[in-house]
């Protein structure tokens, strides 16, 4: 199994950003795919979910997320996607994608326990 992220870069604040997290290993179709963020000096936190193709179950955003940032997948790539808009300095940080077995998104998907398999991150730095 293995998640590798790319995309992150350097942008000004205000600007926009998509990540990527190419997967291989095992059947993109049947996880959730969560994203975290963690900055630095900082606990690793939830940003957001998007099921599994197929199940009917929007993607979950955390606060700070929402609005401004959009989950995706593409199964003919194994590919999940973060795509990041109207970026302030706070979301500087390494940002992992990672797959949850249950498939969906639920109310605990903000926890990085319910997650198995995690990408090594990729570096976003907003500047001011």
């Known amino acids: 199994v293995q998640l590798v992220e790319s995309g992150g870069g350097l942008v000004q604040a205000g600007g926009s950003l998509i990540l990527s997290c190419v997967t291989s290993?095992?059947?993109?179709?049947?996880?959730?795919i969560g994203w975290f963020h963690q900055a630095p000096g900082k606990k690793r936190e939830f940003v957001a979910c998007?099921?599994?193709?197929?199940?009917?179950?929007?993607?979950l955003y955390a606060a700070s997320a929402k609005g401004r940032f959009y989950a995706s997948r593409d199964s003919a790539k194994n590919t999940a996607y973060l795509r990041m808009n109207s970026q302030k300095p706070e979301d500087t940080g390494v940002y992992f994608c990672?797959?949850?077995?249950?498939?969906?998104?639920?109310?605990?998907?903000?926890?990085?326990?319910?997650?198995?398999?995690w990408g090594q991150g990729t570096q976003v730095t907003v500047s001011s």
């Open positions: 290993g095992f059947t993109f179709d049947d996880f959730a």
């Open positions: 990672a797959t949850d077995v249950r498939g969906f998104c639920h109310s605990e998907s903000w926890r990085d326990s319910n997650y198995g398999q």
């Open positions: 998007n099921s599994a193709t197929g199940r009917n179950v929007i993607p």
